[in-house]
Structure formats: structure tokens, C-alpha cells
């Protein structure tokens, strides 16, 4: 089994700071990429970033130059760092991740893991 945990949400004003982190853990091999997607209310869940294991990344244009997509190959986790939030950015972020359970499954699709979800609410 593989689980991923997220940590770091919470309440900022708008213009602030937060760093989201998620660390996968238990049957891994390797890690292709990794990502992080949000959810408003009422809302389809949508890709914010996402990172490859060689560190190329994409964004979603709403937060091109204001979120940085980061990861640690050796410690299976990668981060979001949010700045200039504004309110529109509140959402439930899941962090994803696409896993290589064993090498016997190194030629296989990687299967895709979930995190649980962490808050991020920005006030006005």
C-alpha cells in the first residue's frame, strides 16, 4: 500500500504565503510525477502543478509566477509553495503521485495515489 499526507493548509489573508507539503510513503520503488490539484465548492477538481522526477514542471495559467512546484526525489515528497494568494486560490488541495510499486513493475503504468486533502482558505 502506498499512502500520501498532506500538511501545510490553512487560513491567510490575500497577498499571503502558504507551503503545502505531501509525503508519500510505504510500497515504493520509484515516483514518476507528482502533482498537486484543488477542488472549490462546487467545483471539478482541476491540476495546479505537477512535476516530473527530473524536475520539469507545468502549471495552471490561474497560478503561473505566483505558486512553485518542488520536489525530493530521496524523500518521496513534494511541495507547493503559494504566494500572492488571493481568494479565488480557496480550495481543498490533493496531492497526487504516480508510483512504481516494485520493479517487476517498472514497464507498467504507474498506478496514481491520492492524498487526503488539505484546506487552504484565503479571506479577503
Known amino acids: 500500500q502506498v499512502q500520501l499526507v498532506e500538511s501545510g493548509g490553512g487560513l491567510v489573508q490575500a497577498g499571503g504565503s502558504l507551503r503545502l507539503s505531501c509525503v508519500a510513503s510505504g510500497s515504493i520503488f520509484s515516483i514518476n510525477d507528482m502533482g498537486w490539484y484543488r477542488q472549490a465548492p462546487g467545483q471539478q477538481r482541476e491540476l495546479v502543478a505537477v512535476?516530473?522526477?527530473?524536475?520539469?514542471?507545468k502549471y495552471a495559467d490561474s497560478v503561473k509566477g505566483r505558486f512553485t512546484i518542488s520536489r525530493v526525489n530521496a524523500k518521496n515528497t513534494v511541495f507547493l509553495q503559494m504566494n500572492s494568494l488571493k481568494h479565488e486560490d480557496t480550495a481543498v488541495y490533493y496531492c497526487n503521485a504516480e508510483v512504481i510499486r516494485t520493479a517487476m513493475e517498472i514497464f507498467q503504468t504507474p498506478k496514481a495515489y491520492w492524498g487526503q486533502g488539505t484546506q487552504v482558505t484565503v479571506s479577503f
Open positions: 512535476i516530473t522526477r527530473g524536475g520539469s514542471t
